[in-house]
């Protein structure tokens, strides 16, 4: 029996630095070895591990030979609810569902992007996934630290061409100028210092910019036509170690990414329309992607949808959903955990009616009142000062910190997390069950046997999980097969079963006859990829 320690504590006193994950991981498997192995699906591009936790019974069987759902979090840089959504889910997989476990793997890599994450975390900067800064631009500004407080704000700084005015309500915000607005005027840049600035007005902001929920295979495309895209599909090291370790685990049948946005379960497609998908997938979809809406209280956005009302459908190419869906064959969904507006109280249909510069501007006053009524404010929010920028002169800097602001509020996270929770097990205890039934052995004289089974999937899931995925090679069919024993020998024309796919709730019968000297007459080999391997010896 495992020395049973007490579970370790997720905190929610701030969002978490690399090395705290990485204890928190290793604590949770000093824990539970039973129940969890630390690994890592590669290194990123600074030296940080990608942390796999696989987290299953060990004692039921090899990780691979079971249905798997996998969790990824934080592939965008300020996305840091994700590690915390990703921690609290293998924390509670471990405190209370060993039964689920004994027929399940979790594989949960909180930290997919660890570089831009502790880029966020020590500095407040602001980064999609990674920018390029093996080359610096002229006349590009890159994002530091110049007045020494230990935080990458913003610089407002006075300009008659600048575009935006302060609040007259509140001078704490920058609105937009109109054609009847009193200046000053001001223009608003990251804080940081110019390369090679030649003193005109042709700022550039920080380099080549990558979002790596752009560079998956299906449907990518280059830049600029899809901005952020990499240089070919995969390019960007840390997803080529994503892609591998997918496409290395054929026992994959549902797949949740955290991320953090106006509040949303999100669903494919992520191009294109409802009618590119599968009808009779697109139902099924549709019935799971309620089932976290009833479980988070998110509303349910297919991704091309997930924009304000007065703009065009999305089309992301490159995107995880088509990726999913298209390239994988399976049920895929991404939760947008919700940014600091949310946990004001101003919900993701109101962000997204708010089109007019007076609406958005109105969301603004509530977030800052809001603001201001919390005990740790200035975690939201750095007041403005004075500061003599080396290359811009006078500036101030201050303003909102991207971090907390992009995210929901720690004193919410738990809360949001455990209701994500519920949804992964509600969608996990669907996962194709593929097993062997009904063995019966009977003698049919002179050392002859006949071995009849029922292979049978118990899971509520096909093993080819959606409609599309039977189509693909990467999901495989239910395999059966004999293995003979030393001493003995097939008569059956042949050993092995592919059984195709199987639907939810049926099964099939095989059956084989042998002659043998011996006791053991071999074992039957169960290959059902989403639905599990299985071995089961055979004697007499």
Known sequence: MPNLKKIPNLSYDSFMKFEEVTNFLYSLVETRPDLCKLGSIGTSREGRKLHLLTVTDFK???????????????????ELAGTH????TAMRLVKEEPELLKRITFYIIPRLNPDGAEFAVTTQGRVRSRIDKSIRLTNNLYQQDIDGNGMILSMRREHPDGALIKDPKDDRLMIRRKFNSKGPFYKVYPEGIIHNWDGSENIKIGGRSFDWNRNWSYDWRPEPEQSGSGDFPFSELEMKCIAEFIHSRKNIFGILGYHTGPEAVLRPPSTGSDSDINEEDLIMMEELAQIGSKETGFPVIPVIKYHKVNRRDNNLRGHFHNFGYHHLGLFVFEFELGVLTNSAGISTEE????VKEEDIVEISRKLAKWIDTQKNKEEFFVNWKRFVHPQLGEVEIGGLRSTYVGNPSLSK???I????????IKHSEMHPNVLIEEIKTESVGDGIYRIRAAVRNNGALPTN???????????QTVQVEFVLSEKSKLLSLTSFYDLGHLPGISGNKV???VSSKG????????????GGNQKYEITV
């Open 60 to 78: 039921s069987g090899k990780p691979e030979d079971k249905p798997a759902y996998l969790i990824h979090g934080n592939i965008h840089s300020n």
């Open 519 to 530: 006791k053991r007459l071999g074992s039957i080999l169960l290959k059902a990829g989403t």
């Open 511 to 513: 059956e084989w006859f």
């Open 351 to 354: 962000q997204f009616k708010a």
């Open 417 to 424: 997390s455990k209701r994500t929770y519920s949804f992964t």
């Open 465 to 475: 999980i959606t409609n599309k995925g039977k189509s693909l090679k990467r999901l």
């Open 85 to 88: 959504a990703s921690l609290y």
């Open 413 to 415: 996270l738990e809360e």
